[in-house]
């Protein structure tokens, strides 16, 4: 038996800027996610250094942490049947790239660091964002 899951997903400044929020949530609605709740933010940069907490020793991190605080961004929970891989999945690879057809990262992405999209990268880590965004 597989379980209902939930997932949380990001969709990021470069996407929001192109108006890309209603096509990727229709990807996601195409592919049986539920959209359970959703709000449209503009993050501090001290946010996004908290959300990308586990990248803090990378050289991108700064980069990355200016980026998500650049501008409007939609943050969603998703839920369905093994959400946290489905939602991989649908992404597609971190670098559009190499992300194969019929990803979002493929039809929307411009580079690997403006990929459009976040997606929780396991249960644990979608339980803690979930938190971060939902549960203050
Ligand atoms: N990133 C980047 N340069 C890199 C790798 C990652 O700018 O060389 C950015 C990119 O926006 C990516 C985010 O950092 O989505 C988080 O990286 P991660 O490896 O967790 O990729 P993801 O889980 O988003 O596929
Ligand atoms: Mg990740």
Excluded: W
Excluded at 12 to 38: C, Q, S
Excluded at 49 to 62: A, G, L, S
Excluded at 98 to 116: C, H, M, P, Q, V
């Amino acid at each position: 038996m597989s379980n209902l899951e939930q997932t949380l997903s990001i969709i990021k400044p470069d996407a929001v800027e192109r108006n890309l929020e209603d096509k990727i949530k229709t990807m996601f609605k195409n592919e049986g996610f539920k959209i359970v709740k959703e709000k449209k933010i503009k993050l501090e940069k001290t946010d996004a250094e908290k959300f990308y907490k586990v990248h803090e020793t990378k050289p991108f991190y700064n980069d990355l942490c200016e980026y998500l605080s650049s501008g409007p961004i939609v943050v969603m929970i998703l839920e369905k049947t093994g959400a946290v891989l489905d939602n991989r999945r649908l992404m597609g690879a971190t670098d559009p790239k190499n992300a194969e057809d019929g990803t979002i990262r493929k039809e929307f992405g411009l580079s690997i660091d403006k990929n459009s999209v976040h997606g929780s990268d396991s249960i644990d880590n979608a339980k803690i964002e979930i938190n971060f965004f939902f549960n203050n």
